[in-house]
């Protein structure tokens, strides 16, 4: 069975840090791209990041471009998103997922306080 953990989420100030990991299970998924999306309070759920798993290259959401990171450890099946320069607007949960395949973690709550 397929599960995606994410971990990490909190509560930071404004202009602080917070690294997420999303830990996937059930199978081997090097060989597909990742993601992370977030959904904020009586919004949608939106693109964050995605990264690439032939040459990791890396697509950003323009709110997310210059302050966010996303990695991947495919030895430990894993995806990161360190995040920078946190703003309140970026409070939302925040959700890995695997393109293609359609598999949502359960999600990790990010607030940041203004």
């Known amino acids: 069975q397929v599960q995606l953990v994410e971990s990490g989420g909190g509560l930071v100030q404004a202009g602080g840090s917070l690294r997420l990991s999303c830990a996937a299970s059930?199978?081997?998924?090097?060989?597909?791209?990742m993601a992370w999306y977030r959904q904020a309070p009586g919004k949608e759920r939106e693109f964050v990041a995605r990264?690439?798993?032939?040459?990791?290259?890396?697509y950003y959401a323009a709110s997310a471009k210059g302050r966010f990171t996303i990695s991947r450890d495919n030895a430990k099946n894993t995806v990161y998103l360190q995040m920078n320069s946190l703003k309140p607007e970026d409070t939302a949960i925040y959700y890995c997922?695997?393109?293609?395949?359609?598999?949502w973690g359960q999600g990790t709550q990010v607030t940041v306080s203004s």
């Open positions: 997922y695997i393109v293609i395949m359609g598999y």
């Open positions: 059930g199978r081997t998924f090097s060989n597909y791209d």
């Open positions: 990264i690439n798993w032939r040459d990791s290259n890396t």
